[in-house]
Antibody
Framework: QVQLVESGGGVVQPGRSLRLSCAAS????????MHWVRQAPGKGLEWVAV????????YYADSVKGRVTISRDNSRNTLDLHMSSLRAEDTAVYYC?????????????WGQGTLVTVSS | EIVLTQSPGTLSLSPGERATLSCRAS???????LAWYQQKPGQAPRLLIY???SRATGIPDRISGSGSGTDFTLTISRLEPEDFAVYYC??????????FGQGTRLEIK
């Protein structure tokens, strides 16, 4: 069965960096686009970034552009999100999510999320 | 960017009743590229509906989606205890960014 397991969250000071990872299993990872979506405590869902199946195309939300890099390693079935210059407003649960088989941007499987808290 | 507005913010109903959730877009969502997700406390969202009206795998037929253009509806015909959760709509018609509605909380009356 499809599994997505995020890791790397924690408490980090403002201005510092953090790298999140998502381990994928149960499907052919290299054939699916992948996303990061976040959810601030008690708030709604916010899309963060997407990477194409081959890693050649990457897009970001304006709120994180220039501070975040999405990447993937298809040989290890992993998805990463490198976050720098972190701000209090980046505090959220970060989910990795699989894009559907179609080329349309919606999500058919989600991980359980990893919490990032930006605080001094 | 397409802005999605969901209503009501909170819906209080009893098991067995019918739930109607609304999602309105700031501009037309072409080809009905709209999805609905369910999220329970402490859990990840789950895909319910895509293409405005197609049920995702394993979703019971008491859950249905409808609508086109700027107005979309998620209907749960007979509420079961497990249906009480937060529901989000998401559009994927326009170019990025992907946007979500702010959510509707469906609570037990």
């Amino acid at each position: 069965q499809v599994q997505l397991v995020e890791s790397g969250g924690g408490v980090v000071q403002p201005g510092r960096s953090l790298r999140l990872s998502c381990a994928a299993s149960g499907f052919t990872f290299s054939t699916y686009g992948m996303h990061w979506v976040r959810q601030a405590p008690g708030k709604g869902l916010e899309w963060v970034a997407v990477i194409s199946f081959d890693g050649n195309n990457k897009y970001y939300a304006d709120s994180v552009k220039g501070r975040v890099t999405i990447s993937r390693d298809n040989s290890r079935n992993t998805l990463d999100l490198h976050m720098s210059s972190l701000r209090a407003e980046d505090t959220a649960v970060y989910y990795c999510a699989r894009n559907t088989e179609s080329y349309h941007y919606y999500f058919d499987y989600w991980g359980q999320g990893t919490l990032v808290t930006v605080s001094s | 960017e397409i802005v999605l507005t969901q209503s009501p913010g909170t819906l209080s109903l009893s098991p067995g009743e019918r739930a109607t959730l609304s999602c309105r877009a700031s501009q037309s969502v072409s080809s009905s590229y709209l999805a609905w997700y369910q999220q329970k406390p402490g859990q990840a969202p789950r895909l319910l509906i895509y293409g405005a009206s197609s049920r995702a795998t394993g979703i019971p037929d008491r859950i249905s989606g409808s609508g086109s253009g700027t107005d979309f509806t998620l209907t749960i015909s007979r509420l079961e205890p497990e249906d009480f959760a937060v529901y989000y709509c998401q559009q994927y018609a326009s170019s990025l960014p992907i946007t979500f509605g702010q959510g509707t909380r469906l609570e037990i009356k």
